[in-house]
């Protein structure tokens, strides 16, 4: 075993600069994080906001006017999609 010795307050700059950097990195990754766990919309949220049907909503899949993503049976949309939809056709919402 190899023992190394420094000075204490080398040792105390050096643990609290990587107290530091542990919190910057946990905000970083909790930012990240955010970004990709944003909530996606699900077929029912995304009618009401574009008082649509279901039948519309298929439609609009069908014809690859709006990109989704499939679980199982349900489908599921990102809001910035939506928003796109929306300014697309000419009237404007906040989602």
């Known amino acids: 075993m190899e023992i190394i010795v420094i000075e204490k307050k080398a040792f105390e700059t050096l643990l609290s600069e990587s107290q530091r950097l542990a919190r910057q990195v ?17 077929g029912e949220e995304v009618c009401d906001i574009l008082k649509i049907s279901q039948r519309t909503l298929q439609t609009m899949r069908s ?18 999609e939506v928003e796109l939809v929306i300014k697309q056709s000419g009237k404007y919402h906040n989602i």
């Not at 930012?31 to 909530?39: G, H, I, S, V």
């Not at 014809?63 to 910035?80: N, V």
């Open 63 to 80: 014809k690859h006017k709006i990109c989704y993503a499939q679980l199982g049976r349900k489908f599921y949309y990102r809001p910035e």
């Open 26 to 42: 946990e905000v970083l990754s909790q930012k990240c994080q955010d970004k990709r766990l944003q909530k996606w919309l699900t």
